[in-house]
């Protein structure tokens, strides 16, 4: 038997929602384990991440 989900889709979505509506970082601990929700978080293209070293050699 598997164990139950340390947090439901649903749940996740609500706390993804507020995060980002609030601008905020949410933590959620539960037995041991820590999950956070980070507000618009991306991580950059190469592409990216070439044009700002690109700019900053000028």
């Known amino acids: 038997m598997t ?3 340390f947090i439901k ?3 996740l979505q609500r706390v993804a929602n507020v ?3 609030n601008h905020v970082m949410i933590e959620i601990i539960s037995g ?3 999950f956070r929700v980070y ?3 991306t991580i950059p293209s190469p ?3 070439r ?3 690109d700019l900053s050699l000028y």
Do not use: R
């Open 3 to 5: 164990s139950p989900a």
């Open 9 to 11: 889709q649903a749940d």
């Open 19 to 21: 995060a980002k509506n």
């Open 47 to 49: 592409e990216t991440e």
């Open 32 to 34: 041991g384990l820590t």
């Open 39 to 41: 507000p618009e978080f």
């Open 51 to 53: 044009e700002a070293v």
